[in-house]
């Protein structure tokens, strides 16, 4: 489902008393699959009135990209988890298409396993909704000035990690030749989600969800699918432990 509200031009405006000039209000998009969660991420925006509005929403990728090419927003925030295409992939088409659109992730997905992918994709920022979401102006604000926005408890790692990665040395990853959404599923079948369950919440049949942990078994090494369960509870735990 998509809104389209109608939008009047922003454009700089002086005050009649001291000339000065205000600089129009940026424009956020917003993509989450759940109505009431944007309403209440448009209510915290709304507070900073002077300095954003929302221009669409979104609760998938394909209403997103179409919100996206009629108003060109400043902004986009999106959710990862998404039916059909998910966030990441939806980052690197958004920025295909506008790259001076800032993205910032607002995910209930840990940091530990999704920020760096999502920076990597275009992403400009990482917050949890586990986190005050009142940090949301603050993260926009930050990003549009040329910085990255993460929890401070993810900055020394996320630091750590860029300088491996420009050092050609960037730590192993068990999981790193899983797809995105192959992430998603093995960090759901860690939190002891069956089948039926991370269908429900991917948005995917049970025959893809099937299909994904057949690859994911195949892709880490795994002839059992009780070592691939326990593999991940295992992975989960740890990922969890260095949050």
């Given at each position: 489902?998509?809104?389209?509200?109608?939008?009047?031009?922003?454009?700089?405006?002086a005050t009649p008393d001291s000339g000065?000039?205000?600089?129009?209000?940026?424009?956020?998009?917003?993509?989450?699959?759940?109505?009431?969660?944007?309403?209440?991420?448009?209510?915290?925006?709304?507070?900073?009135?002077?300095?954003?509005?929302?221009?669409?929403?979104?609760?998938?990728?394909?209403?997103?990209?179409?919100?996206?090419?009629?108003?060109?927003?400043?902004?986009?925030?999106?959710?990862?988890?998404?039916?059909?295409?998910?966030?990441?992939?939806?980052?690197?088409?958004?920025?295909?298409?506008?790259?001076?659109?800032?993205?910032?992730?607002?995910?209930?997905?840990?940091?530990?396993?999704?920020?760096?992918?999502?920076?990597?994709?275009?992403?400009?920022?990482?917050?949890?909704?586990?986190?005050?979401?009142?940090?949301?102006?603050?993260?926009?604000?930050?990003?549009?000035?040329?910085?990255?926005?993460?929890?401070?408890?993810?900055?020394?790692?996320?630091?750590?990690?860029?300088?491996?990665?420009?050092?050609?040395?960037?730590?192993?990853?068990?999981v790193a030749c899983l797809s995105d959404?192959?992430?998603?599923?093995?960090?759901?079948?860690?939190?002891?989600?069956?089948?039926?369950?991370?269908?429900?919440?991917?948005?995917?049949?049970?025959?893809?969800?099937?299909?994904?942990?057949?690859?994911?078994?195949?892709?880490?090494?795994?002839?059992?699918?009780?070592?691939?369960?326990?593999?991940?509870?295992?992975?989960?735990?740890?990922?969890?432990?260095?949050?």
């Open positions: 489902m998509v809104a389209l509200p109608t939008l009047k031009p922003t454009v700089n405006q000065e000039v205000i600089a129009p209000r940026k424009r956020v998009l917003l993509v989450d699959d759940h109505p009431g969660f944007r309403r209440g991420l448009a209510s915290i925006l709304q507070e900073e009135r002077d300095a954003f509005e929302i221009c669409g929403e979104a609760g998938a990728a394909p209403a997103a990209l179409e919100v996206m090419r009629r108003f060109k927003p400043d902004f986009a925030i999106l959710d990862i988890a998404l039916p059909g295409t998910n966030g990441i992939e939806l980052i690197k088409m958004m920025q295909a298409e506008q790259p001076r659109m800032l993205i910032l992730v607002l995910s209930a997905h840990e940091e530990s396993t999704y920020a760096l992918r999502a920076l990597r994709a275009g992403a400009r920022g990482y917050v949890m909704k586990t986190e005050a979401l009142d940090c949301v102006p603050q993260a926009l604000r930050k990003i549009e000035g040329g910085g990255i926005f993460v929890s401070p408890a993810y900055n020394d790692r996320l630091i750590f990690k860029a300088i491996n990665a420009d050092a050609g040395t960037e730590e192993d990853s068990p959404r192959e992430l998603e599923v093995l960090d759901l079948l860690g939190k002891g989600h069956g089948t039926k369950d991370m269908a429900e919440i991917l948005h995917l049949s049970v025959k893809t969800i099937e299909t994904h942990r057949m690859h994911i078994k195949e892709k880490l090494g795994f002839k059992d699918s009780r070592d691939l369960v326990r593999f991940a509870i295992e992975w989960k735990t740890h990922e969890q432990g260095e949050a």
